[in-house]
């Protein structure tokens, strides 16, 4: 039971360049989440998915774009990627019973810079 | 403002202290309350969950919620050097989708 996977771990891009991060998890959790990490800024919500096939924008989905076309996956892309989207990448998913807020649970992460 | 503050640190205690660490936030209709411990180059792990007001006791970590005030604490006692790490409040009003988080809580934790 891995629990959350992400892949790559790190990533270098020229700003331009494209890429998708992965995200896999194999808890059965119906709900996926893309946050990014920046010194000072917390955790923000890029885009989330309640169930396969549906996604939604969080906090800050500019420059962004998500897949869900499995249960257990959930894609992050960049489509011209800028120097303003270095971070560090976390996927998250949960299981979110009658409406109550269930434990996010996270990957390890994908540190992304862009130069 | 942010709809959740809490203090970036960092906090430096000796091996065995009390460690207390707080947020305050600003939207009342906040129901769950949480806190996550994030080790360095990791991703944060859920360690307290809490449902609307009082306090909830897991072994040496305490998670209090005084919603009059808009003010969650998390306590550590007798503080262990692996407890060094990041904490991270967080918060929803219903539903895990609208999670807030903190900027997060450095400590370090000194033999």
């Known amino acids: 039971n891995a629990g959350v996977t992400q892949t790559p771990k790190f990533q270098v891009l020229k700003t331009g360049q494209s890429m998708t991060l992965q995200c896999a998890q194999d808890?059965?959790?119906?709900?996926m989440y893309w946050y990014r990490q920046d010194p000072g800024m917390g955790l923000r919500l890029i885009y989330y998915?309640?169930?396969?096939?549906?996604?939604d924008k969080g906090e800050v989905p500019d420059g962004y774009n998500v897949s869900r076309l499995k249960k257990q996956n959930f894609l992050l892309g960049l489509e011209s990627a800028a120097p303003s989207q270095t971070s560090v990448y976390f996927c998250?998913?949960?299981?979110?019973?009658?409406?109550?807020?269930?434990?996010?649970?996270f990957g390890p992460g994908t540190r992304l810079t862009v130069l | 403002q942010k709809e959740v503050e809490q203090d970036p640190g960092p906090l430096s205690v000796p091996e065995g202290a009390i460690v207390s660490l707080n947020c305050t936030y600003s939207?009342?209709?906040?129901?769950?309350f949480m806190w996550y411990r994030q080790y360095s180059r990791k991703g944060p792990e859920l360690l307290m969950y809490?449902?609307?007001?009082g306090n909830k006791e897991d072994g040496r970590f305490t998670a209090q919620v005084d919603k009059s005030s808009k003010y969650i604490s998390l306590f550590i006692r007798d503080s262990q050097p692996s407890d060094s790490a990041t904490y991270l409040c967080?918060?929803?009003?219903?539903?895990?989708?609208?999670?807030?988080f903190g900027t997060g809580t450095r400590l370090t934790v000194i033999p």
């Open positions: 998250a998913s949960s299981d979110l019973a009658g409406g109550r807020t269930d434990t996010q649970y």
């Open positions: 808890m059965n959790h119906n709900s």
């Open positions: 998915s309640a169930s396969e096939g549906t996604t």
């Open positions: 939207n009342s209709a906040f129901q769950y």
């Open positions: 809490t449902y609307s007001s």
């Open positions: 967080a918060m929803s009003i219903t539903g895990a989708n609208n999670l807030f």
